[in-house]
């Protein structure tokens, strides 16, 4: 049993960290020099904070869920979340690839819609992966913030 357990672990991070790397690979290929050439806010963040800070979300995110899956392998929660995790991808390929900052902002409206229902399904059955989710919520939230300033800026 445990042999298992640690596999759906390992599956759970590959699948969360594949969906990562479509986004980074999208930003590296697309972001510049149009990144550079529109309007950012003052408090956009220097490039180096990125993949630190979603490599610690995306590990988060998916032993979140994991603890969820072992504890009662609802295939409904796992879906949800992995419906949240295409979202999440396709966030980079919007932005970054195709230059569309308000469909990107839209993109970004629904995955805080996907948190917070995880969130809330966390809630009553695990309170350890609740709190691993509070900080992307709370750096969803600040990227909201940002995305909606650079399309106000530009």
């Not at 020099?33 to 990125?50: M, Q, T």
């Amino acid at each position: 049993m445990t042999k298992n357990k640690y596999l759906s672990l390992f599956l759970i991070l590959l699948i969360t960290f594949i969906a990562s790397t479509i986004g980074s690979f999208t930003t590296a290929s697309f972001k510049e020099p149009w990144y550079s050439e529109i309007i950012l806010p003052s408090f956009n963040p220097p490039s180096w904070v990125f993949a630190p800070v979603w490599t610690t979300l995306y590990i988060m995110m998916a032993v979140a869920i994991w603890k969820i899956w072992i504890n009662s392998f609802d295939l409904k929660i796992l879906k949800i979340y992995f419906v949240h995790l295409f979202f999440n991808g396709t966030w980079s390929i919007v932005f970054f690839g195709f230059h569309q900052i308000g469909l990107a902002l839209i993109n970004l409206i629904i995955i805080l819609i996907f948190i917070i229902l995880l969130m809330k399904n966390y809630f009553n059955r695990d309170k350890i992966s609740f709190y691993l989710m509070i900080p992307y919520l709370l750096w969803s939230s600040y990227a909201l913030i940002l995305n909606s300033s650079i399309f106000i800026l530009n």
